[in-house]
């Protein structure tokens, strides 16, 4: 499907990049279209991969067989409402690189929790010996360009965290196993609604066989209303027929009619919302496994990733917390629930269009002071001054939260660096501003 056909790319980011390789390697005839000047490192990729590109949307992307369309743009430009005009197929990075793929697809969407249950998921699969990749909108990894590049083994599983940018513009991809953490209110910045927004999350499952499975959070009202289907499981914090649970201090996993018990208590990932993406996580090993040996032991093995709840360092008997992948009410909330009563709060950034009520409520109850940045400081600090919470001051900079809070906290508790909000008022992605913030707490530590 890929040799002499022609390809445009638009948007030259991580996946554009990716899947411009990925068709110029398959023989295709490939066009990359940006609306900002192309940097170094993508002069490099265009010059030694011999494409042709512009730096602003033209009519040129119309001239193609297939429009591929990066994460990042909106399917509402000009140049994507007259490709379908002139009935042009526009598809998704993970639907071409998907198509010249055989392997089975472990896939996670959700709001919360993704990249870790993805994560998770790979590192048990491997724990297992079983032969598996990890990519997709997770970072750092690949993306599944990237993936099938190397053309890997059609028996080799492949686990890939998706964002409902990803999904949007699916027409045949389907998982093997499907799963979906949560929702709440994201990037209402890009969806109407977060009917919408749920919307995409569900074109995963649109081409769902009867041997694919879906993993759904029972507990997440906005998943209840998905039909049931016989592949379907569930987890959930209280019993369920087919999936996990837990129950006195254990996880039960039930599927094909028997039972599988773990005891989680050497699991290190703090918070109850980890073990949720550790219930999903053994799950799906088990349905790609079918039989699991004892995991028990190797379950203090399993690691998080960088900026997500991320135990930094300890000063003068105050640990400090980096969560800077936290950009939404309901994974402020699992944040501060996570390290508890005796914290100070480093938040702010940039509204992606959500209540902020959620934000306010978790503060005042969970923190004992707390420092605002970004573009939401003042009215975070007028609205947690309307409640009757004084203990809140508004900074500068990412610099003056963490020199205030390290000089102000007590020993014997915490600094939780969980923004709330996107970083893209102040720093360039969430992995900038957790590589900043771990900067000056090493600095300090020195």
Not at 45 to 60: G, N, Q
Request: aromatic share 10%; net charge neutral; glycine share 6%.
């Amino acid at each position: 499907m890929v040799k002499d056909k022609k390809f445009s790319v638009i948007g030259f980011g991580r996946s554009g990049q990716a899947i411009a390789k990925l068709l110029t390697a398959k023989q295709g005839i490939v066009f990359v279209s940006d609306s900002k000047p192309m940097s170094k490192e993508q002069m490099k990729i265009i010059a030694d991969y011999h494409l042709r590109y512009e730096t602003e949307h033209s009519e040129e992307i119309l001239d193609a067989d297939y429009i591929i369309l990066s994460p990042g743009v909106p399917d509402t430009i000009e140049m994507v409402r007259r490709a379908a005009w002139k009935r042009i197929p526009v598809l998704s990075e993970i639907e071409i690189a998907s198509r010249l793929m055989k392997n089975k697809f472990i896939c996670v969407t959700g709001t919360n929790g993704k990249s870790t249950t993805a994560y998770l998921t790979y590192q048990i699969l491997k724990l297992l010996e079983i032969d598996c990749d990890l990519g997709g909108n997770i970072s750092p990894g690949k993306s599944l360009s990237e993936i099938a590049i190397n053309e890997p083994d059609k028996n080799r599983f492949i686990v890939l965290e998706l964002s409902s940018f990803q999904l949007e513009h699916i027409v045949k991809f389907t998982p093997f196993i499907g799963m979906i953490t949560n929702i709440s209110d994201d990037h209402l910045d890009r969806y109407k609604s977060i009917d919408d927004y749920l919307n995409a999350k569900l074109q995963m499952f649109k081409n769902m066989k009867e041997e694919g499975y879906r993993i759904l959070n029972k507990d997440d009202s906005s998943l209840q209303r998905i039909e049931e289907t016989p592949n379907t499981l569930y987890v959930s914090e209280n019993e369920v027929r087919n999936g996990a649970f837990l129950k006195n201090n254990e996880i039960i996993i039930r599927f094909n009619s028997k039972e599988h018990v773990y005891d989680y208590s050497k699991f290190r990932l703090i918070g109850k919302h980890n073990v949720y993406n550790l219930m999903f996580s053994l799950l799906s090993s088990v349905i790609a496994f079918r039989h699991t040996p004892s995991l028990e032991e190797k379950l203090g093995d399993l690691k998080g990733l960088e900026h997500r709840m991320e135990f930094v360092s300890e000063i003068n008997n105050v640990k400090i917390y980096n969560n800077s992948m936290c950009t939404n009410p309901k994974a402020f909330i699992a944040s501060l629930e996570s390290a508890g009563f005796n914290q100070t709060v480093i938040l702010g950034g940039r509204n992606k269009n959500f209540d902020t009520d959620l934000i306010i409520k978790a503060i005042i109850k969970y923190a004992k002071r707390a420092y605002v940045m970004g573009e939401v400081k003042d009215s975070i600090r007028l609205l947690l001054n309307d409640e009757g919470y004084s203990n809140v001051e508004t900074v500068s900079s990412l610099e003056e939260a963490f020199e205030k809070a390290v000089l102000n906290a007590e020993p014997g508790t915490s600094i939780n660096f969980s923004p709330g909000f996107s970083s893209f008022d102040m720093f360039k992605d969430f992995i900038d501003r957790g590589n900043k913030f771990k900067e000056l707490v090493k600095k300090h530590v020195k």
